[in-house]
């Protein structure tokens, strides 16, 4: 089964630095990575995704329609067992206080601290297995 990170972001050039951080680990196959451009297409690839093991969702909290923090109640009770990291460009504690309030396991923010981030990926491949 393969082992699934979704990434959304509005922000085109966000595939391109996630792949390019995690390059390695995508080439070996320790896990995959899709990208959804706005909320809506993130819940419809989450309520998707039998064939893959999802094991985190990180979404930017500021887009267009609708935002990562109008997402999270929707994806948690869509899949309450996968946990959701925040990005914002502004971490102030009202922000974080509602990301974690909402359901989020954590709040990155920009510009993102990969090494945090692959310790984290690190960690759910191993409570994945």
């Known amino acids: 089964m393969t082992v699934l990170v979704l990434v959304v972001d509005d922000e085109p050039d966000v595939e391109a630095l996630f792949r390019q951080q995690f390059r390695r680990d995508l080439r070996a196959q ?21 064939e893959q093991l999802l094991i985190l969702i ?33 971490g102030d504690p009202e922000t974080r206080r509602k990301a974690l309030a909402e359901g989020a396991s954590g709040l990155l923010t920009k510009p993102i601290d990969f090494s945090l981030l692959r310790e984290e990926i690190d960690n759910r491949l191993a409570q994945s297995t």
């Open 58 to 90: 990180l979404s930017d909290i500021n887009m267009p329609g609708m935002t990562g923090l109008e997402m999270l109640p929707k994806v948690k009770q869509i899949r309450p067992d996968v946990p959701v990291i925040m990005i914002t460009a502004y």
């Open 30 to 50: 320790r896990f995959t990575m899709e990208f959804a451009i706005s909320a809506a297409d993130a819940l419809t690839r989450i309520a998707d995704t039998r």
